[in-house]
């Protein structure tokens, strides 16, 4: 008995589990830090911490589960920062080592924050340049202001966005206004903005237990590591539930109007879906919701998981992640913009030298000019044939998505 009991023992020491996947949300200025509150309260396995330069917002740190981190003393003495980016910018700047220690040893960080304020916007860029200097995988989840609040509070928003997503793994930004799709105009603020946090609670929990629990198909952090790879990338998320006969069509048309984005899902190039259901979940409805979403791209790299549970019997689950490569909406039309003004003033600039040029000996042929605007203005076909280029020489680069993913090393 002495001697199958070892034999036993050794067996089990034989076995290695893998460590816990450690998560932390941040919450950063009021905003955030309200969002971080209510998820304490419905998220498990997650850590959780606010960080502020008003000592009035730790108030808000009711539960236990919420570390609370203060800086800029010295520069605003335990106040906020008149909502001045600048001002929280040079205090987070002051306690860079503190912040860098907020994410040390962690796997995933997800940065929340409502943009347009001081905290948010000008701490923000800091904190996402040390979470990435700790080589920790990064979400953004921002809100943008109201329409009613200002055009200046929208710009600071957007610039802030800008430089946020050069230090995040990705970015999803939901604008305010969204809002009044979600609830009714009349229902309380507290009730409406707490609907938005809701939505976004669902899915952090859904994407914490599809990448912990082991599943029928597993989807494990290796695998959201993959889809997250790089900088800079505009992150969309959907899910739904569905029962009765036409279950899988209506599930599909919920996962594809999502009434948070403003865009549509464009340039598409990663994409992580996990299926949920119960016991008479089939091939076949497996095979049909899988076929929708991969037309969102056909070349898309896909990683997808199948999980079953008896508390849905009778229903289908799905929750996807979604990464573009495609510039951030609004950004775009700031660029385009920017770009228009440049090329007016080059336009303007040669009329004060039609003198020089007068008296220039040497003139540029005419077949010259007209060679070199040939060269510069490229068709569409041209243009889309250069993205599939650049696509495949990507696609190249990235041997990890052969491999299956117990067998993937940690990517750096």
């Known amino acids: 008995m002495g001697k199958k009991s070892t034999k036993k023992t050794k067996r089990k020491q034989s076995l290695f589990k893998p460590r816990k996947i450690k998560i ?95 905290v948010g916007s000008g701490a923000g860029p800091v904190f996402a340049e040390e979470a990435k200097n700790q080589r920790v995988i990064t979400l953004g989840i921002f809100t943008l202001p109201f329409s009613f609040e200002g055009e200046k509070k ?75 790879k790089n900088r800079g990338k505009l992150l969309f998320f959907s899910q739904g539930t569905a029962q009765g006969a036409n279950r899988v069509e209506e599930l599909i048309k919920k996962l594809f109007q999502n009434p948070l984005f ?35 791209n056909p070349r898309a790299k896909i990683i997808f998981g199948v999980s079953q549970s008896p508390n849905f019997k009778g229903k289908i689950k799905i929750l996807m992640l979604a990464v573009s490569d495609s510039f951030i909406p609004g950004l775009e039309r700031k660029a385009k913009r920017r770009l228009a003004s440049t090329l007016t003033k080059r336009k303007a600039k ?15 042929p005419i077949k010259k000019i007209e060679a070199r605007k040939k060269k510069t203005r490229r068709t569409a076909l041209e243009v889309k044939e ?15 998505w052969e491999i299956p993913a117990f067998l993937r090393r940690k990517i750096k």
């Open 24 to 118: 932390r949300v941040v919450g950063l200025g009021g905003g955030g830090s309200s969002i971080v509150s209510e998820m304490a309260q419905n998220l498990k396995g997650v850590s959780f911490l606010i960080a502020d330069t008003d000592a009035r917002v730790f108030k808000k740190a009711r539960n236990k589960r919420i570390r609370v981190f203060q800086f800029g003393q010295k520069l605003v003495g335990g106040m906020g920062t008149g909502l001045n980016p600048e001002i929280a910018r040079k205090a987070a700047e002051e306690e860079k080592e503190k912040i860098a220690k907020i994410f040390k040893d962690q796997d995933l960080v997800i940065l929340v924050a409502c943009l347009g304020g001081g």
């Open 262 to 296: 403003d865009a549509q899902l464009k340039g598409v190039k990663r994409i992580l879906f996990n299926i949920g259901g119960g016991k008479d979940l089939g091939l076949k409805e497996v095979e049909r919701i899988s076929e929708a979403i991969s037309r969102l």
């Open 154 to 228: 929208m710009k600071i928003a957007r610039g802030s966005l800008e430089k946020l997503r050069e230090n995040l793994s990705a970015v999803l930004f939901v604008s305010n206004e969204k809002i009044f799709q979600l609830i009714d105009k009349k229902s309380p603020l507290k009730k409406a903005l707490s609907a938005l946090n809701k939505i976004f609670i669902d899915w952090l929990g859904d994407l914490i237990e599809v990448i912990q629990k082991p599943n029928l198909i597993n989807i494990d952090f290796a695998d959201l590591r993959t889809i997250l």
């Open 350 to 364: 040669p009329k004060r030298k039609e003198a020089k040029k007068k008296s220039s000996a040497k003139e540029i």
């Open 386 to 400: 250069a993205q599939e280029e650049q696509n495949e020489k990507e696609w190249v680069r990235e041997p990890e």
